[in-house]
């Protein structure tokens, strides 16, 4: 459930997507658990990785966690201040995916309604939470077969998420600004004037320099916190880490999340109460 401030609450309690404003935790005291992403701060996954997808533009387009069971990312949007604005994407998603080919189904989750599409032998479910003149959308990605384990640990992610709204107006459903780390965005610039000089270059993964274990999904996990993932990030060029079905379905969900804002719609039914103790560590108990 997205809180409204009405209460101080701490990161580890699996209570979110928390607001920033509503907890009493410091951003400080996140640095090495979460990926700031400006936005949103999201918890890294123990033994993954960071990667950015660069556009076509060669701007940075995707940041993903990628586990050994697939890959997540999470992002925010602007929404109005009455909630509802997920309830409107979901049904635009489901029927952008079942249009475009996917097997689409819509479920009952701990938030409220999901978005499961599979294609080609892959599972990604889109989940969505309503917060205080935002929205923040979880993806997971990866093998059917990992379909049931991914989906707990991507509401495993959302549920420590933290989204930073700030005050700028934005229109509804405009992605709120990504901004990367340091050291993440000097490695970003790098790869960018790479690939500008050889736009053959983006095709390869370009690992952040600090070290040669974890740099890429062929060197295995890394093993530290999110500097330590940050510090052996890895960039790829557009759609180079995708397959056909990936890039089909990533398409279709940001073409939902950005079209144009719905008129203002009911509240959604009562929503399901805050899970208690920590999500993540559930899932790591069950694994």
Not at 124 to 151: K, M, Y
Not at 195 to 221: C, H, I, L, R, S
Not at 257 to 273: G, L, N
Request: proline share 8%; with cysteine.
């Amino acid at each position: 459930m997205a809180q409204d401030g009405s209460e101080e609450l701490r990161v580890g309690q699996a209570r979110g997507p928390y607001d920033i404003d509503a907890l009493a935790t410091r951003p400080q005291e996140l640095e090495n658990s979460h990926l700031d992403l400006g936005s949103v701060l999201v918890p890294v996954v123990e033994g993954g990785q960071v990667t950015v997808e660069m556009s076509e533009a060669h701007q940075p387009q995707n940041v993903y966690l990628v586990t050994p069971i697939g890959r997540i990312s999470v992002s925010a949007f602007a929404a109005p201040k009455s909630p509802g604005m997920w309830r409107e994407v979901v049904r635009e998603l489901a029927g952008s995916l079942r249009d475009d080919g996917a097997a689409t189904s819509v479920e009952d989750g701990h938030w409220g309604r999901e978005v499961v599409a599979e294609m080609d032998g892959a599972t990604h479910r889109f989940i969505g939470v309503d917060g205080p003149r935002w929205l923040v959308r979880c993806v997971g990605s990866g093998p059917t077969e990992n379909a049931d384990d991914l989906a707990r640990l991507s509401r495993a992610v959302l549920s420590e998420t933290v989204v930073r709204r700030g005050s700028e107006p934005f229109p509804p459903r405009d992605p709120l600004p990504i901004v990367l780390p340091p050291v993440l965005a000097e490695q970003v610039a790098a790869a960018q004037q790479q690939m500008f000089a050889d736009p053959a270059a983006g095709q390869e993964p370009t690992p952040v320099a600090g070290g040669d274990e974890g740099t890429t999904d062929e060197a295995g996990p890394v093993t530290g916190g999110a500097l330590d993932q940050v510090a052996h990030a890895t960039v790829y060029g557009e759609n180079a880490y995708q397959n056909e079905s990936d890039a089909a379905v990533t398409d279709t969900a940001d073409e939902a999340a950005t079209d144009a804002a719905p008129a203002e719609s009911e509240v959604d039914e009562e929503p399901q109460p805050p899970s208690s103790g920590s999500a993540m560590q559930r899932f790591l108990r069950r694994r």
